[in-house]
């Protein structure tokens, strides 16, 4: 005999009720009670009861607040969610810093939850609640097509104080988001949080770095950008695959652009950090803006890439 009937759920609300039960009854209401396992409205709530209700639910929903990883019945949910593989729907109640919450949860599972993109839960507007339900009514459609921590196949590292290469940055998320890869690009999401880009990083597959100078200003070529060298990092704990990407009027300047260089006025601009200068051993792709020829021959070259390490996108084109 199940602890509460019927035994099996469409989805489990994982909570911290003095914190976040209005934003769980609400979600509750939305899906239907008999389709929730909600402690309120269970008669058994006991650990062990909680266990089954995890197990025996389709979804995991989990409502982050600043006191969810402080719950040790929280932290136990999410473990055993976890165990066995549920599909994880994250939200967060309007107001909380949920980069901050983040980071205080327990070491086994913390980068995991991380890599889940969270949804705010605005329970205070109904308006805002409807929008939020369309957001995890979507979220809920992808689960079964496809593994919900991840962001992207291809996560593309630019900075935008080049116009240029903010230009190629466009281009490329343009073309190989027609090609039917994921692609992350900072100015195309709405969470441009460094959690989001590091989220971006790690779940993908492949980076794309466009290396370039500063046009002219100190301070802004890539490798004096600070989020440009933190991508970088991360995707080499991650062991993600670097593609470094010039312009074709920068590939000559390959070792200037790795190691450092002087502008027309004398000012120099940075260069790698030795632990970055090993992207020089990878072969740079080059794309000529001016030539859409040249350009799809870089193009070519770069998903022949994308390919060779593991992103694999049926759209029937031979390269």
């Known amino acids: 005999m199940p602890y509460n009937d019927p035994g099996r759920w469409k989805y489990f609300l994982s909570h911290v009720q003095r914190e976040c039960k209005l934003e769980a009854v ?50 136990s949910e999410m473990r055993w969610a976890l165990e066995t593989e549920k ?51 979507k979220r809920l459609s992808k689960l079964s097509a496809g593994d919900p921590t991840k962001l992207c196949d291809i996560m593309i590292s630019y900075t935008q104080k080049n116009a240029n290469a903010k230009a190629l940055a466009l281009n490329l998320y343009s073309e190989l988001e027609k090609h039917g890869y994921k692609v992350w690009l900072d100015v195309k999401v709405d969470d441009k949080s460094e959690a989001a880009m590091q989220k971006a990083v790690n779940t993908s597959k492949f980076v794309i770095a466009i290396l370039c100078d500063g046009q002219g200003v100190q301070e802004c070529a890539y490798f004096e950008r600070p989020f440009c060298l933190k991508e970088l990092r991360w995707a080499k704990q991650a062991n993600t695959f670097i593609q470094p990407v010039v312009m074709d009027e920068d590939i000559t300047r390959i070792d200037v652009l790795l190691s450092g260089g002087t502008y027309p006025d004398t000012t120099r601009f940075g260069g790698a950090p030795k632990d970055l200068r090993d992207l020089g051993s990878v072969e740079m792709i080059g794309f ?32």
């Open 26 to 75: 609400e979600l509750a209401h939305a899906w239907g009670k008999e389709h929730c396992w909600l402690d309120r409205y269970m008669e058994d709530k006991s650990v062990a009861a909680m266990e089954e209700g995890v197990k025996g639910s389709e979804t995991f929903v989990v409502i982050l607040s600043e006191g969810y990883f402080n719950s040790e019945y929280c932290c």
């Open 288 to 319: 000529n803006m001016s030539d859409p020829e040249y350009f799809t021959l870089g193009l070519m070259k770069l998903i022949r890439k994308v390919r060779a390490n593991g992103v694999e996108i049926d759209d029937h084109i031979a390269f």
């Open 87 to 137: 599909p994880i729907i994250s939200t967060y109640k309007s107001g909380a810093n949920v980069g901050a919450i983040l980071n205080t949860a327990p070491d086994d599972f913390r980068e995991r939850i991380k890599a889940i993109d969270s949804i705010k839960l605005d329970a205070d507007d109904s308006g805002f609640f409807a929008v939020c339900m369309s957001k995890i009514t």
